[in-house]
Structure formats: C-alpha cells, structure tokens
C-alpha cells in the first residue's frame, strides 16, 4: 500500500523569533507545496529520495546520530515502525519550495512527510499528525516554536499560540510578492545568535516581545477588513525589530528598502540571515516588478486555503 501527502509553505507575516519567547505570530500558507508518497517494504529498511539528496539505513538509529538533512523523515518512518512493527518503509519527497529561505520547506516535508507514513495505518488524525510532525521538525531544530507546522497543516491565515490557534479571513486585496536574496540560512544558528542578543538585553528584549504580542493582536482585524497601509506600517515596525535583534544583513536591508518602497510594507519571513523577504500588495505587481529592478528573484504568493492534503 502507498499513502501520499502534501502539504504548502508559509510567509511570516508577523512574529518570527518572538514567537520562540511565546509572543504568538502570524502566518500564511503559499500556494508552493511540498509532496511525500510512503510505502510500506518487506526489507527491514528506511529508504528516502529526495530532489536534495537520498537517504538508505537501519531502522533503529537515534535521529540525532543520523547525519542528513533527511533526519526529520527518518525519525517520522522510524517512529511509525516501533509503533506498527512492519520491517521498513520507503518514502520520496517532490518539493517546489526552495529550503533554507524562510518559506518553511522543513515544516512542510515534516507534515507531509508524517501524514504520508500516518497513512499506511488507521485511525489518523490531522492533530495527531501534526504532533509527529513538530516532533520530527525538533530533530532538525530543537526549539521550534511549532508555528509553521501548525499553518502548513491547517492552510489559511492563522494567528498562533503556544496553546491554540485561530483562522483569520483576510478582506479584499490581500497580496503578498516573495523575493529571494539568493543565499540560505540555518534557523538554529540564527535562533542561537537570537537568544545571545536577549541574555545581553534582556529588558530591551522583553519590550519587542510585548510590542510584538500588541501588533499581532490588532493585526488580526486588520488583515480581516483589508486595511492595507495599517497593516504595512506594522509589518514595517516588525521589520524594525527584527533589525534590532540583529537578524537582518545588508542585502535583506535593501530588499526590504525596495519592498517598502513600492508597496505598503514590507519584512524579512522567517529566520532571517538570509533567505526571503516579503512586501504586502494590494494585488498589483509593482514590488514585484521593483524587486527584479533590483536583480532580485521574485514570485507573487497566493494564500493556499487547504493546507494539509492526503491522498488515499
Ligand atoms: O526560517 P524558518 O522558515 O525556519 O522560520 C523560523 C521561524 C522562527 O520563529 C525563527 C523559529 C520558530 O520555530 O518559530
């Protein structure tokens, strides 16, 4: 039998980082998916392709003993094998979301990923797929904030906190163009240099956290009645505190200085260090445009509503 899953990246809108520190944040899922088919074998193998590398070993292995980027994967069959006692399962993973850009590709294979193998047994649920995924995400990151697992598994537009999360229906002209500034971060080395900066600062620290948690929560009405320049200016104050914690560099500088100049916002998504930055259009496509003035890759997102899709 084979059980094939997929799951959408994300955009931070708001909140990355704080969120680790329990500020809360908000996200959206992009139309850019990330596919895993799982299959049960007769060989007492973990098997994983994968456009980024491939993956043949023992079951039986602590993931953190198993040197790949496929760790998270391994540690999703591997747990299903101990729980289900079948000898081995292959898995192959398709990706269109570029890794290490803050688009949540991790998040989005980890959800793929644990409800493809989910899949092969009864009786799984959406929750109890997204709990194995954050567990398969912590093998790779040990202190992810579950954020972008949660928007990758439920879609939409959510508001997330460390005990729930809501849906928010954004109003009309809700646009959001991705540019890329050509290199990857780690999100654990830009998570660790994070908290060195809040050991130093910790008064200064706290203030954002709570700035933080008051823009996300009159972001939410905003998002839903479409106020567009209100919700620029606070994806701008955002930005402004991600420079402050020193997760910002010279080019994502300038790629947001394009982005807030050609629409009503804009700020890094996602770790920072490197990666993606996002501006906030009303539909139209003159970020976009400016941003590949600047020689800067750059892609209109739309809002991928389904989030986690199984296909059995
Ligand atoms: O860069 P990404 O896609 O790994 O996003 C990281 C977001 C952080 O807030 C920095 C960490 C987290 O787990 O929420």
Redesign the pocket.
């Known amino acids: 039998m084979k059980s094939t899953a997929s799951a959408p990246g994300?955009v931070?809108l708001f909140?990355?980082?704080?969120?680790?520190y329990g500020s809360g944040?908000i996200l959206c899922a992009i139309n850019r998916r990330i596919t895993v088919s799982a299959e049960a074998i007769t060989e007492k193998k973990i098997r994983i392709t994968s456009d980024v590398g491939s993956l043949d070993m023992e079951p039986g292995i602590p993931a953190c003993d198993v040197g790949s980027s496929l760790r998270s994967l391994y540690h999703i069959a591997d747990t299903a094998l101990r729980s289900h006692g079948i000898p081995g399962i292959k898995m192959a993973v398709k990706s269109d979301i570029p890794a290490?850009?803050?688009?949540?590709?991790?998040?989005a294979c980890c959800v793929a990923g644990a409800a493809a193998v989910s899949g092969l047994f009864p009786d799984s649920s959406r929750e109890k797929i997204l709990e194995l995924a954050v567990d398969a995400?912590r093998t790779a990151?040990q202190?992810?904030?579950?954020?972008?697992c949660t928007v990758c598994t439920y879609g939409g537009i959510i508001r997330y906190g460390a005990k729930s999360h809501e849906k928010i229906e954004p109003g009309p002209g809700f646009g959001l163009a991705v540019a890329s500034s050509g290199t990857t971060?780690s999100?654990e080395s830009?998570?660790a240099r994070?908290k060195k900066f809040r050991d130093a600062n910790p008064a200064e620290f706290s203030r954002m956290c709570d700035a933080e948690s008051e823009i996300i929560r009159s972001a939410k009405g905003q998002i839903e009645q479409g106020e567009t320049a209100e919700l620029g200016r606070m994806i701008n104050q955002n930005q402004q505190y991600l420079e402050a914690i020193g997760?910002s560099n010279q080019t994502l500088q300038e790629m947001v200085r394009i982005g807030q100049g050609a629409a009503a916002g804009a700020k890094i998504?996602?770790?920072?260090g490197g990666?993606c930055v996002f501006a906030l259009t009303d539909g139209g496509t003159g970020a976009a445009d400016a941003f590949r003035e600047g020689g800067y890759e750059c892609f209109a997102a739309g809002i991928d509503c389904d989030g986690l899709i199984v296909f059995n």
């Open positions: 994300k931070i909140g990355e980082h704080f969120v680790v944040a290490g850009v803050g688009l949540g590709s991790s998040s995400e990151f202190g992810t904030s579950g954020a972008d971060h999100t830009v998570v994070v997760v998504t996602g770790a920072g990666g």
